[in-house]
């Protein structure tokens, strides 16, 4: 239990040492993150909605699928 308590000390410690920059940019990242995930909802009603009432996939959006694919890149870029 100690030691785990050392650790995560260790961890604060180094995240207030981090230079200013780097934590402005995890800054953006996270409120990036955030409105893509608002974004990734948006994207995804009106195809669902599509799907259901015709009942196939025909004519799902290109655009939308490359905006779950740039949603994607974001949730790693957040998780890095």
Same mark, same amino acid.
């Given at each position: 239990m100690l030691a785990a308590f050392s650790r995560?000390?260790?961890i604060k410690r180094q995240i207030h040492s981090e230079p200013e920059e780097t934590q402005r940019t995890k800054e953006i990242? %996270? $409120?990036?993150?955030?409105?893509?995930?608002?974004?990734?909802? &948006?994207?995804?009603?009106?195809?669902?909605? %599509? $799907?259901?009432?015709?009942?196939?996939?025909?004519g799902?959006? &290109?655009?939308?699928?490359?905006?779950?694919c740039v949603l994607e890149a974001v949730s790693v870029a957040h998780g890095l």
């Amino acid at each position: 239990m100690l030691a785990a308590f050392s650790r995560n000390e260790k961890i604060k410690r180094q995240i207030h040492s981090e230079p200013e920059e780097t934590q402005r940019t995890k800054e953006i990242i %996270a $409120v990036v993150f955030g409105l893509c995930l608002i974004g990734n909802a &948006l994207l995804f009603v009106p195809q669902a909605m %599509a $799907v259901w009432r015709k009942k196939s996939d025909e004519g799902i959006s &290109l655009i939308t699928f490359g905006g779950f694919c740039v949603l994607e890149a974001v949730s790693v870029a957040h998780g890095l």
